[in-house]
């Protein structure tokens, strides 16, 4: 089989570990066979495939390598391809944010060269400062974050701009951020009455909105994104995030529900090495277990991975174990996370996914 | 003061012909539904008739006509008043609908001439509305009518332009394809006579002729369908949403880009072919065509709305092809066999996410392993009760070369769903080990040296870790089958990074140090080469001192472990080859420089 049609073989495919095992075999051809215009082409694949399969840091490498070789190559492969890559190129900005081995001053100085690229191809009034407030949102760092949204607000969209779907989603996170739920909730409602759609929306979508609908109490609403969005994300490891959204909002509402949503999902949230997506259902997972221990459940039974931290062979597992190994697991993330990024935000996130348990519950129908 | 807004109904129509609906044809989908929803209300009062819609497309001109409710006098007021709004009457949302689904005729005609009387005993009406907004209204003994039959015709002239979207035969295929499940018939009168557009109806519905038959009507149906016979199909039948239809077995398996196209229609009339809500997502084995009774549409009509309701029936469905699949298991294991082949995918898919449904179809399907495609209990008797499988395919190519004819075999799971199911799999049946295989767990598989071994083969180790250090591969000395493997290279976990880091070059600037950030300190070669103590040429190699020689052939047989597992060369690599072999021919000719130290080795 060529390059080609691995390549061609793979496109045809949902994206998710197969295609990128797919990817990875078109790039190992390539690589055996000494052509490096192919090595490029099967790698800028690599970058795709890995940024939608949870594998960033495989994107990460890609990406290097295809930097270097196109700085190498630059009159051979023309202008189209700086911008081809540039597309790329903001992924690699936020994959920054899921290793807290990244140094922030790295991190700042990928996005200066970033802007550099961008702003030599004519672009990046938008994208500049939309990747600046993504930063900051990460951080917590809200002067940055109101600055960056004020200036992305007022800038014009172009060529290397995000898609509407997701620019539409970052204002929502924002409104988050800031403490709007209600602002978020209604941001959300536009994207969706309006049908914005592309691969990752609206499947986050439902996800992402459940702690503000919970914190408002319109459990209703909540409860519709929980069913509409579930299924969207149920088993991909590309959505850690919002699986453990959604395990929190079970947590709240269907405590065995949650337990066997939790069983599905955690392998994959162990494994992932995006670690703030990591810590995102380390949280979530805490919840789910000081919640059982305040219901006086000290132990359970749960179906896990045999290959997790603490797997019991025997499927009985002390409540109080479960929520001191995410509880743990979350702050030694939270701990390096901001050590990274000189800000103490990620410490505070345990309280605060914890004391959803402290709002009023929904009313039973 | 107050004012009105003065709405340019043809720029409204232009822009709904352009942003809501799929072309001008949508007209007679709109006509159709108007005629359906009116039969329905007519129905809903009790009156006993045989319903029927008809066209009559003459010269340009175009009439349809529906036996339904009519409209009074009042419902005319209601619907001006309200164009766009959706008011209810029963359980059918009339008046609204009704009207803008009248306004997309305006798409093909100048003007629409509406004529109804309402079976509530009301004079008859004669509405004219013309695409500048300006219309005519006549009621009771104005409208000068005579007393026709219940119902409402409607007459459109085709605009210059659309003239194409009113010719008899075009008007026959869309009625016929929008209309197709209408339980009376839709028939056509054009210059050549009048046809039946919707002679069959839903074949899956129609028990007069008993079972058989419906099975041959319903199987004939999917045959036309699919260009090909299924391989069965299955009822549906749901409570929420009211949806009713079949699923049709696909005869193949189907391509990603076919996966999900579904023939939905809402009460009778056709939605979309493309409809992908109302199925699991893990049904890529059936094709459906489903008549949903009270599930909405979405504004443009092309696509079921997302709500509680589509949740609800996509969940039965769901349930019915699950049981259906279970009936088979337990009634016709021979042809579950056969359906296993073709959609195996599937049914992983489904059992990815329902574990009852797993622990009941893992036995039955199959895994690729080094012992070649085998089912999970043929894979367990070989293996003494631990599944061990690789979910890479770098790492999958030296693991089966490991793996003995006869031995534990190797579970080759990068495809998708495989890994999951295993791992789902031993998490719910702790008694079998499941592990996943890491290039660590290959290399504890190999056996080490004893110390009297360790002692005579110190000079060979530290000779192959002085030459392949500065080739980024640890060295290790090793007993493993097959003997007559030399050496064999693992990948570290972080093989593409260190690869990738040479390439940008030592001082690469930000992007070397950004992968610098990423390298694990644990992981320190991008490969790790066993040398194969079994190896007869290994053993000699023991016996030679360090020196020119030993390290040519240490480095040949480094990069030829790299050739056998597939693993592409460095540039450096490539040059050892090279190197390496003029070198063995320089010796083998009694080249008298061949013994001294060749510049590419250290």
Same mark, same amino acid.
């Given at each position: 089989?060529?390059?080609?049609?691995?390549?061609?073989?793979?496109?045809?495919?949902?994206?998710?570990?197969?295609?990128?095992?797919?990817?990875?075999?078109?790039?190992?051809?390539?690589?055996?066979?000494?052509?490096?215009?192919?090595?490029?082409?099967?790698?800028?694949? &690599?970058?795709?495939?890995?940024?939608?399969?949870?594998?960033?840091?495989?994107?990460?490498?890609?990406?290097?390598?295809?930097?270097?070789?196109?700085?190498?190559?630059?009159?051979?492969?023309?202008?189209?391809?700086?911008?081809?890559?540039?597309?790329?190129?903001?992924?690699? &900005?936020?994959?920054?944010?899921?290793?807290?081995?990244?140094?922030?001053?790295?991190?700042?100085?990928?996005?200066?060269?970033?802007?550099?690229?961008?702003?030599?191809?004519?672009?990046?009034?938008?994208?500049?400062?939309?990747? %600046?407030?993504?930063?900051?949102?990460?951080?917590?760092?809200?002067?940055?974050?109101?600055?960056?949204?004020?200036?992305?607000?007022?800038?014009?969209?172009?060529?290397? !701009?995000?898609?509407?779907?997701?620019?539409?989603?970052?204002?929502?996170?924002?409104?988050?951020?800031?403490?709007?739920?209600?602002?978020?909730?209604?941001?959300?409602?536009?994207?969706?009455?309006?049908?914005?759609?592309? !691969?990752?929306?609206?499947? !986050?979508?439902?996800?992402?909105?459940?702690?503000?609908?919970?914190?408002?109490?319109?459990?209703?609403?909540?409860?519709?994104?929980?069913?509409?969005?579930?299924?969207?994300?149920?088993?991909?490891?590309?959505?850690?995030?919002?699986?453990?959204?959604?395990?929190?909002?079970? !947590? &709240?509402?269907?405590?065995?529900?949650?337990?066997?949503?939790?069983?599905?999902?955690?392998?994959?949230? %162990?494994?992932?090495?995006?670690?703030?997506?990591?810590?995102?259902?380390?949280?979530?997972?805490?919840?789910?277990?000081?919640?059982?221990?305040?219901?006086?459940?000290?132990?359970?039974?749960?179906?896990?991975?045999?290959?997790?931290?603490?797997?019991?062979?025997?499927?009985?597992?002390?409540?109080?174990?479960?929520? %001191?190994?995410?509880?743990?697991?979350?702050?030694?993330?939270?701990?390096?996370?901001?050590?990274?990024?000189?800000?103490?935000?990620?410490?505070?996130?345990? %309280?605060?996914?914890?004391?959803?348990?402290?709002?009023?519950?929904?009313?039973?129908? | 003061?107050?004012?009105?807004?003065?709405?340019?109904?043809?720029?409204?129509?232009?822009?709904?012909?352009?942003?809501?609906?799929?072309?001008?044809?949508?007209?007679?989908?709109?006509?159709?539904?108007?005629?359906?929803?009116?039969?329905?209300?007519?129905?809903?009062?009790?009156?006993?008739?045989?319903?029927?819609?008809?066209?009559?497309?003459?010269?340009?001109?175009?009439?349809?006509?529906? #036996? @339904?409710?009519?409209?009074?006098?009042?419902?005319?007021?209601?619907?001006?008043?309200?164009?766009?709004?959706?008011?209810?009457?029963?359980?059918?949302?009339?008046?609204? $609908?009704?009207?803008?689904?009248?306004?997309?005729?305006?798409?093909?005609?100048?003007?629409?001439?509406?004529?109804?009387?309402?079976?509530?005993?009301?004079?008859?009406?004669?509405?004219?509305?013309?695409?500048?907004? /300006?219309?005519?209204?006549?009621?009771?003994?104005?409208?000068?009518?005579?007393?026709?039959?219940?119902?409402?015709?409607?007459?459109?002239?085709?605009?210059?332009?659309?003239?194409?979207?009113?010719?008899?035969?075009?008007?026959?295929?869309?009625?016929?394809?929008? @209309?197709?499940?209408?339980?009376?018939?839709?028939?056509?009168?054009?210059?050549?006579?009048?046809?039946?557009?919707?002679?069959?109806?839903?074949?899956?519905?129609?028990?007069?002729?008993?079972?058989?038959?419906?099975?041959?009507?319903?199987?004939?149906?999917?045959?036309?369908?699919?260009?090909?016979?299924?391989?069965?199909?299955?009822?549906?039948?749901?409570?929420?949403?009211?949806?009713?239809?079949?699923?049709?077995?696909?005869?193949?398996?189907?391509?990603?880009?076919?996966? @999900?196209?579904?023939?939905?229609?809402?009460?009778?009339?056709?939605?979309?072919?493309?409809?992908? $809500?109302?199925?699991?997502?893990?049904?890529?084995?059936?094709?459906?065509?489903?008549?949903?009774?009270?599930?909405?549409?979405?504004?443009?009509?092309?696509?079921?709305?997302?709500?509680?309701?589509?949740?609800?029936?996509?969940?039965?469905?769901?349930?019915?092809?699950?049981?259906?699949?279970?009936?088979?298991?337990?009634? $016709?294991?021979?042809?579950?066999?056969?359906?296993?082949?073709?959609?195996?995918?599937?049914?992983?898919?489904?059992?990815?996410?329902?574990?009852?449904?797993?622990?009941?179809?893992?036995?039955?399907?199959?895994?690729?392993?080094?012992?070649?495609?085998?089912?999970?209990?043929?894979?367990?008797?070989?293996?003494?009760?631990?599944?061990?499988?690789?979910?890479?395919? #770098?790492?999958?190519?030296?693991?089966?070369?490991?793996?003995?004819?006869?031995?534990?075999?190797?579970?080759?799971?990068?495809?998708?769903?495989?890994?999951?199911?295993?791992?789902?799999?031993?998490?719910?049946?702790?008694?079998?080990?499941?592990?996943?295989?890491?290039?660590?767990?290959?290399?504890?598989?190999?056996?080490?040296?004893?110390?009297?071994?360790?002692?005579?083969?110190?000079?060979?180790?530290?000779?192959?870790?002085?030459?392949?250090?500065?080739?980024?591969?640890?060295?290790?000395? /090793?007993?493993?089958?097959?003997?007559?493997?030399?050496?064999?290279?693992?990948?570290?976990?972080?093989?593409?990074?260190?690869?990738?880091?040479?390439?940008?070059?030592?001082?690469?600037?930000?992007?070397?140090?950004?992968?610098?950030?990423?390298?694990?300190?644990?992981?320190?070669?991008?490969?790790?080469?066993?040398?194969?103590? #079994?190896?007869?040429?290994?053993?000699?190699?023991?016996?030679?001192?360090?020196?020119?020689?030993?390290?040519?052939?240490?480095?040949?047989?480094?990069?030829?472990?790299?050739?056998?597992?597939?693993?592409?060369?460095?540039?450096?690599?490539?040059?050892?080859?090279?190197?390496?072999?003029?070198?063995?021919?320089?010796?083998?000719?009694?080249?008298?420089?061949?013994?001294?130290?060749?510049?590419?080795?250290?």
């Amino acid at each position: 089989m060529t390059v080609h049609t691995t390549l061609e073989e793979a496109q045809n495919l949902p994206h998710g570990p197969q295609r990128l095992a797919l990817v990875e075999e078109a790039v190992r051809q390539a690589d055996l066979s000494g052509d490096g215009a192919a090595a490029y082409e099967a790698r800028k694949e &690599l970058i795709y495939s890995a940024n939608y399969a949870g594998q960033s840091e495989k994107m990460l490498v890609a990406f290097a390598w295809c930097r270097a070789y196109l700085d190498k190559h630059e009159a051979e492969l023309g202008a189209w391809e700086q911008h081809s890559l540039a597309w790329r190129h903001k992924w690699v &900005l936020i994959a920054t944010h899921h290793f807290p081995q990244i140094p922030l001053e790295r991190i700042q100085n990928l996005h200066r060269d970033y802007t550099e690229r961008i702003r030599a191809l004519g672009a990046g009034g938008g994208t500049v400062p939309y990747f %600046e407030l993504q930063l900051a949102l990460h951080r917590g760092d809200v002067n940055g974050a109101r600055t960056a949204f004020n200036i992305w607000q007022f800038a014009r969209r172009d060529h290397l !701009s995000d898609c509407p779907a997701c620019e539409a989603q970052t204002i929502a996170d924002y409104h988050e951020f800031t403490g709007d739920d209600a602002g978020c909730a209604a941001q959300v409602q536009r994207m969706l009455d309006r049908g914005m759609s592309c !691969s990752h929306i609206p499947h !986050s979508t439902h996800g992402m909105v459940l702690p503000a609908l919970i914190r408002l109490g319109r459990w209703d609403e909540a409860r519709r994104h929980h069913e509409q969005g579930r299924d969207l994300v149920a088993g991909d490891p590309d959505h850690v995030t919002a699986q453990a959204r959604h395990l929190e909002y079970l !947590s &709240l509402t269907d405590p065995a529900a949650a337990q066997d949503w939790y069983a599905r999902h955690v392998g994959w949230a %162990e494994r992932t090495t995006e670690l703030d997506t990591r810590l995102d259902f380390h949280l979530a997972a805490a919840l789910l277990f000081s919640g059982l221990r305040a219901a006086g459940q000290d132990t359970l039974t749960l179906t896990l991975p045999q290959d997790l931290p603490g797997h019991r062979p025997d499927g009985t597992y002390a409540t109080r174990e479960r929520f %001191e190994h995410h509880a743990g697991a979350a702050r030694t993330l939270a701990e390096a996370f901001d050590a990274r990024n000189g800000l103490p935000y990620h410490a505070h996130r345990l %309280e605060r996914t914890l004391a959803l348990a402290d709002l009023p519950r929904p009313t039973p129908a | 003061m107050t004012r009105s807004f003065a709405v340019d109904l043809r720029g409204l129509i232009d822009l709904l012909s352009e942003h809501l609906y799929a072309g001008p044809e949508v007209y007679v989908r709109e006509l159709m539904q108007n005629g359906v929803d009116a039969i329905r209300a007519r129905t809903d009062l009790g009156d006993t008739f045989s319903p029927a819609l008809t066209f009559d497309v003459q010269e340009g001109r175009l009439t349809f006509t529906d #036996n @339904g409710v009519g409209l009074s006098p009042d419902d005319i007021h209601t619907f001006l008043a309200t164009i766009g709004r959706s008011s209810k009457r029963g359980s059918v949302e009339f008046i609204g $609908q009704f009207g803008i689904g009248l306004l997309a005729c305006f798409l093909v005609s100048e003007e629409i001439e509406l004529v109804s009387r309402s079976a509530r005993g009301t004079p008859p009406v004669r509405w004219v509305g013309r695409a500048d907004g /300006s219309y005519t209204l006549l009621t009771g003994e104005d409208a000068a009518l005579p007393a026709g039959p219940v119902g409402t015709q409607i007459t459109l002239r085709a605009r210059p332009d659309r003239a194409a979207f009113l010719l008899p035969d075009r008007v026959a295929s869309w009625a016929a394809e929008y @209309g197709a499940l209408l339980p009376y018939p839709v028939t056509l009168v054009g210059p050549a006579g009048s046809v039946s557009l919707n002679a069959t109806g839903a074949p899956w519905l129609d028990h007069s002729r008993g079972e058989e038959a419906r099975r041959a009507a319903t199987l004939a149906y999917g045959e036309a369908l699919l260009n090909a016979p299924p391989l069965d199909f299955v009822d549906v039948n749901t409570h929420a949403g009211a949806v009713r239809g079949v699923a049709f077995i696909l005869p193949w398996t189907p391509s990603l880009d076919a996966r @999900g196209h579904h023939r939905v229609y809402v009460r009778h009339m056709l939605l979309s072919e493309q409809e992908e $809500q109302l199925t699991p997502r893990w049904a890529f084995f059936v094709k459906t065509v489903l008549d949903a009774g009270t599930l909405r549409p979405n504004a443009a009509r092309d696509a079921l709305r997302d709500d509680a309701d589509l949740h609800a029936a996509r969940e039965e469905i769901a349930g019915t092809l699950r049981d259906w699949l279970l009936e088979l298991a337990r009634e $016709q294991p021979g042809r579950l066999r056969e359906l296993i082949t073709l959609h195996y995918l599937s049914i992983k898919a489904l059992a990815a996410e329902d574990d009852d449904f797993l622990t009941l179809f893992l036995p039955w399907l199959p895994f690729e392993s080094s012992a070649g495609r085998q089912t999970l209990p043929e894979l367990l008797g070989r293996s003494g009760g631990e599944l061990r499988f690789v979910a890479d395919l #770098n790492l999958y190519r030296q693991a089966a070369q490991l793996a003995a004819p006869g031995g534990p075999p190797v579970i080759h799971a990068v495809y998708t769903y495989d890994h999951t199911l295993l791992e789902r799999y031993g998490a719910l049946n702790p008694q079998v080990r499941v592990t996943r295989l890491s290039a660590a767990d290959l290399v504890q598989d190999l056996a080490p040296p004893t110390p009297a071994e360790r002692r005579a083969t110190a000079t060979l180790l530290a000779a192959a870790q002085d030459t392949l250090a500065p080739l980024d591969a640890g060295v290790r000395l /090793s007993h493993f089958e097959p003997a007559a493997l030399c050496a064999m290279a693992f990948p570290g976990a972080q093989r593409d990074l260190h690869r990738t880091r040479q390439t940008v070059g030592p001082s690469g600037g930000l992007w070397a140090d950004l992968l610098d950030d990423l390298k694990d300190v644990g992981d320190t070669y991008a490969m790790d080469v066993h040398f194969n103590l #079994n190896h007869p040429l290994v053993q000699r190699a023991a016996h030679l001192p360090d020196g020119p020689l030993l390290r040519r052939v240490l480095g040949m047989l480094y990069v030829q472990a790299l050739l056998l597992g597939h693993h592409p060369l460095t540039a450096r690599e490539l040059e050892l080859l090279n190197g390496g072999l003029l070198d063995l021919i320089g010796v083998a000719l009694g080249d008298p420089d061949a013994s001294r130290p060749a510049p590419h080795l250290n």
